[in-house]
């Protein structure tokens, strides 16, 4: 799986983030993990919703446009949500543990940027 980091402000906020590209990996998301590290998150590409049914805890979400801009922000979403959905602008959707966004201020139009992790 694809990794690289999010900036915000020129600095890392988020340093491990998982790309899930394909059909399989953006079905299974976080399904059967047990929680997320501080300063992980997954990228779910192509992606307008998501859910939280079967999920083991809660999480941020936020939808971001093809310029990396914050186009909808959610908190604490707990398990068993059976959707939240981007808006209208939403390319994809960052999930990074619950609390994550209150640390850094993050609300929508706040811009961030991508950075791929070379693969060894």
Do not use: Y
Request: positive net charge; aromatic residues 8%.
């Amino acid at each position: 799986m694809t990794t690289g980091k999010i900036l915000l402000n020129g600095k890392v906020w988020v340093g491990h983030v998982e790309v899930a590209a394909s059909t399989l990996d953006r079905m299974r998301g976080l399904l059967g993990r047990r929680g997320l590290p501080a300063g992980h998150g997954l990228l779910i590409e192509a992606c307008g919703s998501v859910h939280t049914v079967g999920m083991r805890f809660p999480i941020d979400v936020i939808f971001l446009d093809r310029t990396w801009r914050v186009r909808r922000v959610c908190r604490h979403v707990c398990p068993g949500r059976l959707m939240v959905w981007s808006g209208w602008f939403g390319l994809c959707a960052l999930e990074v543990g619950s609390g994550w966004l209150d640390l850094a201020g993050v609300e929508q139009g706040t811009q961030v940027a991508w950075r791929l992790v070379p693969q060894n």
